[in-house]
């Protein structure tokens, strides 16, 4: 069923479209705060939904849940990082690169790394982007920024993403 259908459902008062959009939502929002703390929440993964069942019966337009559910998400996200802005970026932290059957792990780890040391203003865009698959339109939306912003900071997350792992050992 599609999400603007069950959009629907639950402005109407449906308790079981609204456990539907949860089981499928639900992942998602996991993983972008996860992703965007650096680590799970679910003191903020509960405000989210908290406010989006406050919110959602005045979702004038339930085609457009995706975008409307990241800007709610990332709201409560940005409260959260709101010191990371004004703090310094962390030191950069040597890994050791092994070459057992863990490899993979260690590969997804040391990208969870890389990805928590860049800003969280480019790590959300690329996140969004590549890990949501949201269009630049949505990202620019959620973001509140113009679509061009967006592809600035894109470009600037991927680089940032680059030196990174380059530092920690990987080729460029």
Request: charged content about 30%; overall charge negative.
């Amino acid at each position: 069923m599609s999400d603007e259908l069950l959009v629907v459902r639950c402005q109407l008062g449906e308790r079981e479209a609204f456990t539907e959009l949860v089981q499928g939502w639900h992942p998602k929002v996991e993983r972008y705060v996860g992703r965007m703390l650096g680590a799970p929440d679910d003191d903020v993964v509960q405000e989210i939904w908290l406010a989006v069942v406050k919110g959602l019966p005045r979702l004038r337009h339930p085609d457009r849940f995706a975008p409307w559910f990241f800007t709610v998400a990332r709201r409560a996200v940005m409260n959260r990082l709101r010191e990371a802005y004004t703090r310094p970026e962390p030191e950069p932290i040597d890994d050791v690169q092994g070459d057992d059957a863990a490899e993979g792990v260690v590969h997804r780890e040391t990208l969870a790394v890389a990805l928590a040391a860049i800003p969280a203003r480019e790590r959300e865009v690329l996140l969004l982007f590549y890990l949501e698959d949201l269009p630049l339109e949505a990202c620019a939306q959620i973001c509140a920024v113009p679509v061009g912003t967006v592809k600035s900071r894109l470009n600037r997350a991927r680089r940032l993403l680059r030196q990174e792992l380059v530092r920690k050992g990987y080729e460029a």
